[in-house]
C-alpha cells in the first residue's frame, strides 16, 4: 500500500534557482527528493505547491510525496535525521499524511506572499529583502495597493511567454505596514501568475518614488500589457508565507 504526505517545510532561496528540478541547477526540489530517497529507501519524487523563482526564499512551503511507510507522521526521529541529511538553509517542519488523492499544487485555495524592503543599510538584510534607499511615499504606495481589488486580470505583471492558461486572479489581501527600517508589502490570492508578485511591487514603488500616479497603475493593470507596467522588484525581498488547503484533504 502506498501513503500520500503532505510536507511543509521553509528554505532560504539564495543558492537555489528556485524550487523546482532544472537541468544543470541547484533546486530545493533536487535537494529534498535526495534527502528523502536516502533515508526511506525508496525513489522519491516530490511535487510542490508552485514554483519560485531564483533567489525567492519560502517561510512556508508545501511539498507532497508517497510512500510505502506509514510511520512518518509524529516521527521525530525521521525528522530529525532528515534535517540532518539537508543543507542548512532548507528545514522540514513536519510531515502530515492526507488523502490519497490530495494535490500540493492543484487543491491550494490561496497564498500569501510577502514582499520585504529594508530602508536603510542593514547587513543582516542583505540578500534578503530589497535594499533600497530612496524616499518612498507609502501612503500613495497604500493608496495604489488598493486598486488590486478593482482587477481580475493581471496580464500586465504577467512574465511575458509564461504558458498561462488564464490570467484571472482574485486578490484577496493586499496592503503596506511600516516596521522599524522595513517596508512590508503583504498580498493574498487564490492563485498567482509567474512572476506577479515581483512585477506589482515594482510598480508600487513606482508609485512611492512619483513615477507613476495611482490612477496610471489602475491604467496599467487595465491595459493587460506587461512592457506597460514597471521592472519587476528583486527577488531577494519575495517570501512565499503561506499555503491554505481545505480540510477535507486531511480526512483520511
Given at each position: ?245 481545505p480540510d477535507t484533504i486531511y480526512q483520511i
Amino acid at each position: 500500500m502506498v501513503y500520500r504526505y503532505f510536507i511543509e517545510l521553509s528554505y532560504r532561496g539564495t543558492n537555489y534557482h528556485g524550487w523546482q528540478i532544472q537541468e544543470n541547477a541547484h533546486s530545493v526540489q533536487a535537494e529534498l527528493n535526495r534527502a528523502l530517497s536516502t533515508l526511506l529507501k525508496e525513489s522519491i519524487e516530490t511535487l510542490g505547491a508552485g514554483r519560485t523563482d531564483t533567489g525567492v526564499h519560502a517561510k512556508y512551503f508545501v511539498a507532497h510525496f508517497d510512500s510505502a511507510r506509514n510511520d512518518l507522521v509524529g516521527n521525530t526521529s525521521f525528522l530529525y535525521h532528515l534535517n540532518q541529511i539537508l543543507p542548512l538553509d532548507i528545514s522540514i517542519k513536519s510531515i502530515i499524511t492526507v488523502k490519497p488523492e490530495a494535490h500540493a499544487r492543484f487543491d491550494a485555495i490561496s497564498r500569501t506572499y510577502q514582499y520585504f524592503i529594508c530602508r536603510d543599510k542593514d547587513p543582516f538584510w542583505r540578500e534578503l529583502a530589497w535594499l533600497y534607499y530612496g524616499n518612498l511615499d507609502v501612503d500613495l504606495m497604500q493608496k495604489a495597493s488598493k486598486r488590486l481589488f478593482d482587477y481580475s486580470d493581471f496580464t500586465s505583471f504577467s512574465k511575458v511567454g509564461s504558458d498561462n492558461k488564464t490570467s484571472i486572479c482574485k486578490i484577496l489581501a493586499a496592503h503596506w505596514e511600516e516596521k522599524d527600517n522595513l517596508l512590508i508589502f503583504t498580498i493574498s490570492a487564490d492563485r498567482f501568475l509567474r512572476n506577479m508578485v515581483r512585477a506589482t511591487v515594482g510598480s508600487l514603488v513606482d508609485v512611492g518614488r512619483n513615477k507613476i500616479s495611482v490612477e496610471r497603475f489602475s491604467e496599467i493593470i487595465a491595459a493587460m500589457d506587461r512592457s506597460l507596467a514597471g521592472s519587476s522588484a528583486p527577488a531577494e525581498g519575495l517570501y512565499l508565507t503561506e499555503i491554505k488547503y481545505p480540510d477535507t484533504i486531511y480526512q483520511i
